[in-house]
């Protein structure tokens, strides 16, 4: 196919010649980009798609509500002076709205203000009028459908408490429609609760809104039982992008997330509640506000009457809410009307998906597995989600968080694992109860980057579209898939970016789109620990020592005799990292602690809310050299443009003025603030509001992380602002290799030292063979033991050139064409748990290297 081809398949004129019924781009007026630049100019080049995740607010939205607040003044609702009137009548106003939007009213439906979608299910489940099991009576039954959200199955911890059965419902037994009909007794008034979502968060399937009407007349039932059924429909995800009619689809519950539909408020939801079954709920705790009357000393309360005011406890979030009718009249003002989002989000997802389908690679195999239950042919059965496993040329799965490290080297903002629906993840992915029950038994738990396990997907990947998505933003992430051919880079000619790209892409077939893979997948196990930023190095020279261990000794006599042509291995080059993510201090001796190198990541660079700023936000780090003075027992802190600055060694300098909390990597620390001067330093040079801080030495965070075998050691060790572990070892052969495969992609030479820089490591050694590293199990380096804890997986932060601060993407897809499909690159190393030696000691450049191979043999590399 010719070049001229790829660029027709993803010209705007193909999309808008291939528009199905029921979509439509854009809005009537402004073009969806214009509306892009002038609401969401704050993204810059970054291309979203994790609508379903979060909507994001336009900048007139927030202004708005600004200016309300700024202009008026609202008490608390529960007062009754004016600021308070003003607070409690516009809430009223808001909860107008709100069924205004939803086609109801007042007479039909309640709005109850809660925290979020969540927090609606709970309450339902917790005021819910169950009847439990009993001898005499069957009692109440949950049902639920397996394609539902963690918070819809979550329910049944509190059903299971009341002796109330719960039964999962899998989508097919629903549209089979193949119970029977039940007899119905007058006299049986047991309720039962059928919960499903408007639109499952996983793949988009939207079910039959008729389904409501079906079982609540008795047309359908989800299960065969006596009694009346009410039903839940789960709506956060469908209503952000299309209308919820309320007077024709008359749901007894809909919870909302109201971030979903405009990005903010957050921690904002609702549930609205069919006013002929609210005063069946039943309601135990009582709050501030719910009150009609009640004794403290005395078991009596009386309710409030109205719905809303007796099961909002407490003072309600009134700003958040206000907030919320800003939120409606941008999206009106924005976008028309819900049906204009729906099409135009339609519109995206339907050529997003046609082309996905239409990629293959040259043998014929497609480049994604697309899970969906639909062929996207109308946005009544299909919402703008596509859920998708990304394949390589011979059919075998690519890890989810590969895919995600990859799309953010091209500013592409998606989302990975199983988005909270278990049962819609097993169902498309094959994954059965053992092998969920197993992957936790192997370490991996909801939200982490564990995306194979013994060679089978644990999640897969997930775009969405939202009212402000545009055109622009499907062509950015098509060429990306196509450009990068989503790491089928373990191909011996792995294409240049400047090469034809088009013989990828075939058009879709006639009779449907081929877009699923049904070959078997055996990827082995590939496991993000995390990541190292990278940072330059100058030199600052000490002379080096050369000590022989016991251990190592004890190595070198009991191992089996190597070649003789064998070169000794002994370490090249020492890093330290005192500023975690800035530039790298050299030198050819230094001492070790127990928590590694001495001063090795002790401070961070943190922005105004005390969260860590690494490479990744700000490049410009790698500018940033810090140096260590022993003698003078200062940090000298140095980038080009800026006045030198120290900051001193001593812990209880005055300079260290404030305790404070932070996080690194989910870990919590204990730091302390280094002051006014050398946050104005770092905020100057950074452009943006940041402090210094350094980890406190009383506090000691340990490791939790296991080894490749899975054990944990017997003796915590601690760790400094590191992510991982005390060290990071690299083989500078095996960067050499790497070099090779970056210049051939490049079509320029690199310099081997430069890439040393971009792995950020401690301890650099070279060996005759490249990634011998990776067998390694634990090494003897003069006096000092170590072990391994497992290989480091790399992130964005490679891509970084450390003397310029620019980005190249080239890095990470050609470590991942070295590594067979993997980012790894390096070694963690911890001290030796069950070896003791005197600290402080030193770590030397010129000290031989000792290892022992994981399951072979032990040897001496010398």
């Not at 609760?193 to 008729?210: D, E, H, I, V």
């Not at 964005?796 to 990470?812: A, H, M, P, S």
């Amino acid at each position: 196919m010719a070049l001229e081809r790829w660029g027709e398949l993803l010209s705007f004129q193909a999309f808008q010649s291939r528009l199905p019924p029921g979509a439509a781009y854009g809005y009537g007026g402004e073009s969806p980009q214009g509306l892009f630049q002038r609401e969401f100019a704050r993204l810059g080049g970054i291309t979203y798609l994790d609508h379903a995740g979060t909507a994001l607010f336009p900048q007139s939205l927030l202004k708005a509500f600004t200016d309300d607040l700024n202009e008026n003044v609202y008490g608390n609702p529960h007062s009754q002076n004016i600021s308070s009137k003003l607070t409690y009548d516009t809430i009223e106003h808001v909860r107008y709205r709100i069924l205004q939007h939803f086609n109801t009213s007042v007479e039909d439906y309640t709005v109850i203000f809660t925290s979020g979608s969540t927090a609606a299910l709970k309450l339902v489940a917790e005021a819910f009028p169950w009847m439990p099991e009993t001898l005499e009576d069957p009692g109440s039954r949950f049902c639920y459908l397996t394609d539902s959200h963690t918070s819809v199955v979550g329910m049944r911890g509190i059903t299971d408490r009341m002796n109330v059965l719960s039964i999962p419902v899998k989508p097919k037994d629903m549209l089979s429609g193949a119970d029977d009909m039940v007899t119905e007794e007058k006299s049986c008034r047991t309720s039962h609760l059928f919960c499903y979502p408007a639109q499952s968060n996983f793949s988009g399937t939207r079910y039959p809104l008729a389904w409501i009407e079906e079982i609540k007349s008795g047309k359908l039932h989800p299960v065969k039982v006596q009694g009346k059924w009410n039903v839940l429909l789960d709506a956060a995800s469908y209503v952000s992008t299309s209308l919820l009619d309320l007077s024709v689809h008359q749901a007894d519950f809909v919870p909302l997330s109201f971030y979903k539909m405009f990005g903010f408020p957050t921690g904002l939801g609702a549930l609205l509640v069919k006013n002929e079954v609210a005063s069946c709920l039943r309601k135990i705790y009582f709050g501030g506000g719910t009150a009609a009357a009640y004794l403290a000393g005395e078991d009596f309360f009386s309710p409030k009457q109205i719905v809303a005011e007796r099961f909002e406890d407490g003072t309600i979030s009134f700003l958040d809410i206000i907030a919320l009718k800003h939120g409606f009249d941008a999206l009106e003002r924005l976008t028309g009307a819900m049906e204009n989002i729906k099409q135009h989000t339609f519109a995206l997802a339907h050529h997003t998906y046609t082309v996905l389908c239409a990629l293959k690679y040259p043998n014929g195999a497609p480049v994604v597995h697309i899970y969906s239950d639909t062929d996207f042919s109308s946005p009544d059965v299909q919402g703008p989600i596509i859920n998708f496993n990304v394949l390589d040329e011979n059919g075998d799965i690519i890890g989810y968080s590969q895919v995600d490290k990859l799309a953010g080297l091209y500013n592409i903002h998606i989302r990975t694992g199983c988005f909270c629906n278990t049962g819609a993840c097993q169902q498309h992915l094959g994954i059965s109860n053992d092998d969920i029950k197993k992957n936790l038994q192997a370490g991996h738990v909801c939200g982490d980057d564990i995306d194979v396990i013994d060679g089978r997907p644990t999640g897969s990947v997930r775009i969405s579209f939202g009212y402000m998505s545009t055109f622009e933003d499907v062509q950015a992430f098509l060429k990306f898939i196509i450009t990068t051919r989503l790491l089928g880079c373990n191909m011996v000619n792995f294409p240049s970016p400047k090469d034809t790209i088009s013989e990828l892409i075939t058009t879709p077939r006639e009779n449907g789109h081929n877009c699923v893979n049904n070959s078997a997948n055996t990827l082995p196990q590939n496991r993000i620990i995390g990541d190292f930023q990278l940072s330059t190095s100058p030199a600052s020279m000490m002379m080096p020592i050369s000590p022989h261990s016991e251990r190592g000794m004890a190595l070198e006599n009991s191992t089996k005799e190597m070649p003789s042509d064998r070169k000794p291995v002994t370490v090249t080059n020492i890093y330290l990292y005192p500023i975690k993510s800035c530039a790298a201090f050299e030198v050819m001796q230094w001492p070790i602690g127990n928590k590694g190198l001495l001063y090795d990541r002790n401070w961070m660079v943190t922005n105004q809310n005390r969260v860590c700023i690494t490479q990744k936000q700000e490049p410009k780090l790698c500018l940033v050299q810090p140096l260590i003075d022993l003698e003078k027992n200062v940090m000298i802190i140095k980038a080009e443009g800026m006045d030198p600055i120290s900051v001193s060694l001593e812990e209880n300098s005055e300079s260290l003025t404030q305790t404070c909390q932070s996080k690194v990597c989910s870990h919590r620390v204990q730091t302390y603030d280094c002051g006014g001067r050398v946050a104005d330093w770092f905020s100057e040079f950074l452009g943006r509001q940041c402090r210094l801080i350094r980890q406190s030495s009383d506090f000691k965070r340990n490791a939790n992380k296991k080894d490749e075998k899975g054990e944990t050691s017997a003796v915590a060790a601690s760790l400094s602002l590191v992510n991982e572990a005390q060290y990071l070892l690299i083989n500078r052969t095996s960067v050499l290799q790497l070099r090779d495969r970056v210049a051939a992609r490049l079509g320029e030479s690199l310099p081997p030292q430069e890439l040393v820089h971009r792995f950020r490591a401690n301890i650099v050694v070279s060996t005759d063979e490249p990634f011998e590293e990776d067998l390694w199990e634990e090494i003897t380096i003069g006096t000092l033991h170590f072990k391994v804890i497992g290989p480091c997986h790399r992130c964005l932060v490679i891509c970084i050139d450390q003397k310029t601060g620019e980005r190249n993407k080239e890095f990470l897809q050609s470590l991942c064409a070295t590594k067979d499909k993997k980012t790894k690159f390096g070694i963690y190393l911890m001290n030796h748990p069950e070896i003791q030696f005197s600290l402080p000691d030193t770590l030397s450049v010129g000290s031989p290297v000792f290892a022992a191979v994981k399951n072979i043999i032990t040897f001496a590399i010398h």
